[in-house]
């Protein structure tokens, strides 16, 4: 199945992957992993919500990179290094800066 491979320049470049990957005859889009980083690679906050607001509007250039929107998204995965109870609002709180009607569910 051939796939084609879209890499934002908004994006830091990926090293051995690709930030989205779309299958062909399926119209199914993979988007790798964001991070709290700038296009250069560089880290934007030094906080858990800044990182989680700048991780979510990586997700939606990666999106839009491919013609889709988070109403497309059918699941969504955070990997938080260090997240509890007590890291909760400030991962919420970084969410609510890109969506602040509420965090989308698939």
Same mark, same amino acid.
């Given at each position: 199945?051939?796939?084609?491979?879209?890499?934002? &320049?908004?994006?830091?470049?990926? *090293? %051995?992957?690709?930030?989205?990957? @779309?299958? #062909? /005859?399926?119209?199914?889009?993979? @988007?790798?992993?964001?991070?709290?980083? !700038?296009?250069? %690679?560089?880290?934007?906050?030094?906080?858990?919500? /800044?990182?989680?607001?700048?991780?979510?509007?990586?997700?939606?250039?990666?999106?839009?990179?491919? /013609?889709?929107? @988070?109403?497309?998204?059918?699941?969504?995965? =955070?990997?938080?290094?260090? =997240?509890?109870? !007590?890291?909760?609002? !400030? =991962?919420?709180?970084?969410? #609510?800066?890109? *969506?602040?009607? /509420?965090? &989308?569910? &698939?």
């Amino acid at each position: 199945m051939p796939i084609q491979k879209i890499d934002p &320049p908004e994006l830091a470049p990926p *090293f %051995g992957y690709a930030h989205v990957v @779309i299958a #062909s /005859g399926t119209r199914r889009v993979y @988007i790798a992993g964001q991070t709290g980083t !700038d296009a250069s %690679g560089a880290l934007v906050a030094p906080d858990l919500a /800044g990182q989680t607001t700048q991780a979510l509007r990586n997700l939606l250039t990666a999106l839009a990179a491919a /013609g889709a929107t @988070i109403d497309d998204v059918v699941k969504l995965n =955070f990997l938080v290094v260090g =997240f509890g109870p !007590d890291t909760m609002n !400030d =991962f919420l709180g970084g969410a #609510s800066a890109v *969506f602040p009607d /509420g965090f &989308p569910t &698939p």
